[in-house]
């Protein structure tokens, strides 16, 4: 693809321009800031990974990694500034997903140990983490806005704090992880992934291909249980003081 013919693809971004303007959405600043955005990080990211897979060294990998990580963690937190601690939370979170991603994929030797491997698989894995989150923080804290007067009654007749949040944070776990499952199901007849249109269009062997989206798919599941189990026991405390009483003034505006 060249750049002329990447230019003619910006007629899908002037649809939902189109589209906004006319039933007044208010969305097209949106759509252009997202648009300029995303050419201009992926460019930069090209020339990046272009140095990083010709260096091939351990600190140039990483530093991307760290640089995913950061950069997930930064967005995500925005979803739970109610919940003290909320950024190096996060960033554990992502960090223990990366470690046990990496330690299953280069430990039995499913993928070599080189850039081209393990930037693609650590910037998926680590996304759909983020995603995952994003959606498990506002479901929780919902959950627990709404419920507040149950989370307060079981602890009035002598339940833990672990107790009186269990259903919200059971709901807020089961909500998130949803969307993933449901998702798998339906891969190869409603939907031909990312990853294996594009080793296809790159004229790959087509079986080859689906065994990389479905080692994909196997991982993002585990992400996506990590992100929401792990987060989840992290968090819920702090809405609790050391007295076990609920920290109610934080869900007062949601």
């Known amino acids: ?45 090209g020339y990046i990974l272009t140095f ?28 739970g500034r109610r919940i003290d ?11 223990l997903i990366e470690a046990i991603v990496m330690s299953i ?17 650590s910037g998926m894995a680590i996304g759909n983490a983020m995603v995952m989150t994003i959606l498990f923080l506002n479901r929780f804290t919902a959950e627990v806005a709404a419920h ?18 269990h259903r919200q944070l059971m709901h807020a776990m089961k909500a998130s992880m949803l969307p993933t499952i449901e998702s798998q199901k339906t891969i190869g007849l409603v939907q031909l992934p990312g990853m294996m249109s594009g080793q296809i269009i790159a004229g790959a062997d ?16 585990t992400t996506t249980s990590i992100a929401c189990v ?5 968090s819920y405390p702090t809405l609790f003081n050391d007295r076990m009483q609920m920290v109610a003034n934080k869900f007062k505006h949601i």
Request: with cysteine.
């Open 206 to 221: 087509p079986m080859q291909a689906v065994l990389f989206q479905l080692l994909v798919q196997f991982m993002l599941m």
């Open 52 to 79: 990083v897979f010709d260096g091939q060294h351990i600190a140039y990998i990483i530093a991307m990694i760290l640089l995913m990580i950061t950069a997930a963690t930064l967005n995500a937190r925005k979803k």
């Open 230 to 234: 792990f987060l989840g026991f992290l």
């Open 1 to 45: 693809m060249t750049i002329a013919t990447l230019a003619i693809t910006l007629t899908f971004v002037l649809i939902p321009l189109v589209l906004s303007k006319a039933l007044h959405l208010q969305l097209g600043k949106d759509v252009l800031i997202a648009t300029v955005r995303a050419i201009v990080q992926l460019l930069i990211i």
């Open 105 to 121: 994929l280069i430990g039995f030797h499913v993928i070599p140990a080189t850039a081209q491997y393990i930037i693609p698989l």
């Open 148 to 165: 507040q007067d149950q989370i307060e009654l079981v602890l009035s007749l002598g339940g833990t704090p672990k107790q009186a949040v």
């Open 85 to 95: 601690g909320i950024t190096w939370k996060i960033a554990c979170t992502f960090v």
